[in-house]
């Protein structure tokens, strides 16, 4: 492994948040939220857990008041999940500014569905493509 095993519930925390602002984007039509969550999505899938804002708030705030996760897990497959969202919100983000409103939504949805879906049940789109990518080499 590139770097240290990490906390795999940090991750989900981060869907947790990243699912907020994503709601909160598609709900009010905000750009500014939009390209907050990009820059967010940046920072994890270009500096790793570590420099991902969502990550620090885990550890800061949330893990030190929990036990001690039963297991951890590669960081790799979390971070090319912040790349693959890092794409979908760029998009939106560039359909938003260029005039395609439907566009912007359809992908901050998309986006939002595979947060969700790590945020309720632990599943992670990405990371599962990540582990497919891997197989398929």
């Known amino acids: 492994m590139p770097s240290a095993p990490i906390d795999p519930r940090g991750p989900r925390f981060a869907a947790v948040l990243t699912s907020l602002v994503l709601a ?23 500096g790793g857990h570590r420099y991902a804002p969502y990550g620090w ?9 929990l036990a001690p996760p039963a297991e951890l897990e590669d960081p790799r497959p979390p971070r090319f999940a912040q790349a693959v969202g890092l794409a979908f919100t760029l998009l939106a983000t560039l359909a938003a500014l260029t005039g395609l409103p439907w ?7 998309l986006a939002l569905a595979a947060a969700f879906l790590n945020a309720a049940f632990d599943y992670c789109l990405g990371c599962e493509f990540y582990l497919l990518i891997q197989r398929a080499r």
Do not use: D, E, K, N
């Open 24 to 46: 909160a984007t598609l709900i009010t039509g905000s750009t500014p939220l939009l390209v907050l969550q990009t820059a967010v999505f940046a920072a994890g899938a270009l």
């Open 57 to 65: 708030l885990y550890r800061t705030f949330v893990r030190p008041r």
């Open 103 to 109: 566009l912007a939504l359809t992908l901050t949805a």
